[in-house]
C-alpha cells in the first residue's frame, strides 16, 4: 500500500522492507505454535528437534520472498509510485511454507490430545467437550487458527502461480495474510493465557504469573500441611 500511495523515493527499499517485515511476522507467528507442539510433546524429544528444524527450513525457504523484491518494483515515470514489472515464481515457495508447517502443527498437537484423551475421539475433535479445560484450550485454538488462516494462504499461494495474474495481482494478498495470521496467533496465545489463568483460580494479574512453555515433565509431589518433630528440630537449629 506505500508503494502504490507514494511519493517513494526508492522502490526496491520499500519493497525489501516490506517482505523482511512479512519473513519476520511468519517467523514469530509460527514460532509461537512450535513451541505448543514442545508443550505438548515434551517427553518426545524426536518430534522437538523435528519439529524444530521444520522450523528453521520453513523460515529460511519464506526468504525466498526476497527473490527479486529489489528489482521487480519500478518506479511509474516520475510519479514517485512503485508498481510490480515482473513476477517471480520463487514466490510460490515462500507461499506454501505458511500452510506446509500449520498443517503439520496441526494434525501433530491434534493426534498428540486426541490419543492422550482416548475417551473423547471424533467427538473431542468437533465439539472438544469431553476434554479438560486446558487440553480444549489448545485444541480450539489451534483449529481457529488453522482454518481461518489457511483460506487466505491457499489463496494467496493460487494467486501466485496463476499466469493470468497481473505481477501486482501476484502479491496483493500478501500483506493482508500476514496481518491476519498475526492477529489470530496473538488472539490465540491470549486465549490460551486466560485460560490457565482461569484453571489457577487467580483473580486477578497481580496474583498471576504468565507461564511458560517446559520441555520437561513436572512432578506433582505433595507437602505436608504441618511440619513434623523432625522440621522443628532443623527450624530451632
Request: hydrophobic letters at 45%; one cysteine or more; glycine letters at 6%.
Amino acid at each position: 500500500m506505500m508503494s502504490l500511495a507514494g511519493p517513494v523515493s526508492h522502490c526496491g527499499a520499500i519493497s525489501l522492507g516490506i517482505v523482511a517485515f512479512q519473513v519476520t511476522s511468519f517467523a514469530a507467528a509460527s514460532y509461537l505454535f512450535l513451541k505448543r507442539v514442545h508443550a505438548v510433546y515434551f517427553a518426545n524429544k524426536v518430534v522437538q528437534h523435528t519439529f524444530s528444524f521444520l522450523w528453521l527450513v520453513s523460515v529460511g525457504t519464506s526468504c525466498a520472498a526476497f527473490a527479486g523484491a529489489d528489482h521487480n518494483s519500478l518506479e511509474i515515470a516520475d510519479t514517485k509510485h512503485c508498481v510490480r514489472h515482473q513476477g517471480w515464481y520463487a514466490l510460490s515457495i515462500a507461499f506454501i511454507n505458511p500452510v506446509l508447517f500449520d498443517t503439520l502443527v496441526y494434525f501433530a498437537i491434534t493426534y498428540k490430545i486426541l490419543v492422550t484423551h482416548t475417551g473423547g475421539g471424533w467427538k473431542a475433535l468437533c465439539s472438544s467437550s469431553a476434554l479438560p479445560h486446558l487440553s480444549r484450550a489448545v485444541l480450539q485454538g489451534g483449529q481457529q487458527y488453522y482454518l481461518i488462516t489457511i483460506g487466505i494462504n491457499l489463496t494467496r499461494f493460487a494467486f501466485s502461480l496463476s499466469p493470468s495474474a497481473s505481477p501486482t495481482l501476484q502479491v496483493i494478498l500478501s500483506s493482508p495474510a500476514v496481518s491476519l495470521a498475526s492477529v489470530m496467533a496473538c488472539k490465540v496465545h491470549r486465549n490460551l493465557i486466560i485460560e490457565s489463568m482461569d484453571n489457577s483460580g487467580s483473580g486477578s494479574m497481580a496474583e498471576w504469573r504468565i507461564p511458560e512453555f517446559s520441555d520437561t515433565p513436572i512432578a506433582d509431589i505433595s507437602l505436608p500441611r504441618k511440619p513434623g518433630p523432625a522440621s522443628l528440630r532443623r527450624l530451632r537449629i
